[in-house]
């Protein structure tokens, strides 16, 4: 890869990456890290990736960073019990669909949480996610299947007004 291609992986991809992670770590500073490592990483690679192949090999640095910054800093949150019936109050009932998607995805592990961002939000295969956390394909298929199927069940116990 020349360095005119990393510049054109830059513009692509920095700021998928970033959303990616930024939806895991929840913090701007810790996301800009992971990001800025990952690109650093593939700098120092760049003679050994092709320019096809500089996106899986991206998220997987970056995904691979992140893990490694929930162990270090063990931060690593588990996923809370999910009410039966939850309530909701009148200010709960105004909130937009995003708003309760991203507490849903509060609620899912890490890892289902991961396999759901780069599948519904990135639109990755089941083989690239499969390679970008080294996970099988089958894997991934369970993942994204209790995953979804998780955030079914909060949405459809949650009493909203649009």
Request: positive net charge; charged residues 30%; proline residues 2%.
């Amino acid at each position: 890869m020349t360095a005119k291609e990393y510049n054109k992986c830059v513009d692509l991809y920095a700021d998928r990456v970033y959303r990616f992670i930024v939806k895991h770590v929840r913090n701007d500073a810790d996301a800009n890290d992971i990001v800025q490592n990952a690109f650093l990483i593939l700098w120092k690679n760049v003679d050994k990736i092709s320019p096809e192949k500089a996106r899986a090999y991206l998220f997987s640095v970056a995904y691979n960073n992140m893990i490694d910054q929930f162990r270090k800093l063990k931060r690593m949150s588990f996923v809370e019990e999910v009410p039966d019936n939850p309530t909701m109050n009148k200010a709960m009932q105004q909130t937009d669909l995003k708003e309760l998607l991203e507490k849903g995805l509060e609620r899912l592990s890490e890892i289902q949480k991961s396999v759901i961002l780069l599948r519904d939000y990135e639109g990755y295969s089941y083989d690239e996610i499969a390679n970008v956390t080294e996970l099988t394909t089958s894997q991934v298929k369970v993942y994204i299947f209790r995953a979804r199927k998780k955030l079914k069940q909060y949405l459809g116990s949650i009493d909203y007004v649009i």
